[in-house]
């Protein structure tokens, strides 16, 4: 599938993402994607986040593909357990933290806790770094398999967000775009 063939919803983690982000840079780039915009970035709840992608995907007029970063891809993969008979075709899921072993996680995080381990009816492609101080490669690695998503591990990448150097992040577009590829329309 090619990127102007779908509608690609941008969903962000905790805080949201900021102008320099990666995600941000896509939106620019990307003439066929939305941000799944949240009415409180900062002490989310969980039902209102799954409610506004699920209200995103429903709007959308092509097929989907996800993009998730940090609490968006625990959203995503929530949001994952309601769909059925959905127009999502595949996700990438960037730096998830392990909000139910890693004290380090935010405790404005937690309520998005309990993360489902069902495969997700769509294909994923997981990336995550090995010093990510959120979610060890072993833990982001287990997500992977339990969620049927390829993994991908990006070494010494940290959160994988403008704090860690991943401004443009080149690298993640290129795998973005050979999933792209592997999804069927």
Not at 148 to 154: D, K, M, R
Request: proline share 9%; net charge negative; aromatic share 8%.
């Amino acid at each position: 599938m090619k990127i102007a063939e779908a509608d690609i919803l941008l969903v962000p983690g905790l805080g949201n993402s900021g102008p320099d982000h990666w995600q941000r840079r896509w939106l620019e780039k990307m003439r066929t994607a939305q941000w799944v915009e949240q009415d409180e970035w900062d002490k989310p709840m969980l039902e209102p986040w799954v409610e506004n992608i699920e209200k995103s995907i429903l709007m959308a007029t092509r097929p989907v593909v996800l993009v998730g970063h940090s609490l968006g891809v625990i959203a995503i993969v929530h949001t994952a357990q309601r769909l059925v008979d959905t127009k999502v075709r595949g996700a990438l899921l960037v730096s998830p933290p392990d909000l139910d072993e890693n004290e380090a996680v935010p405790g404005a995080a937690l309520p998005f806790a309990n993360i489902p381990r069902d495969p997700l009816p769509f294909p994923s492609l997981l990336v995550a770094g090995n010093n990510d101080p959120y979610c060890t490669p072993e833990r982001a690695g287990d997500f992977a398999n339990a969620w049927g998503s390829e993994f991908h591990n990006a070494g010494e990448a940290g959160r994988i967000n403008t704090t860690s150097g991943h401004g443009p992040w080149p690298e993640g577009l290129m795998m973005f775009t050979r999933l792209m590829q592997r999804i069927k329309a």
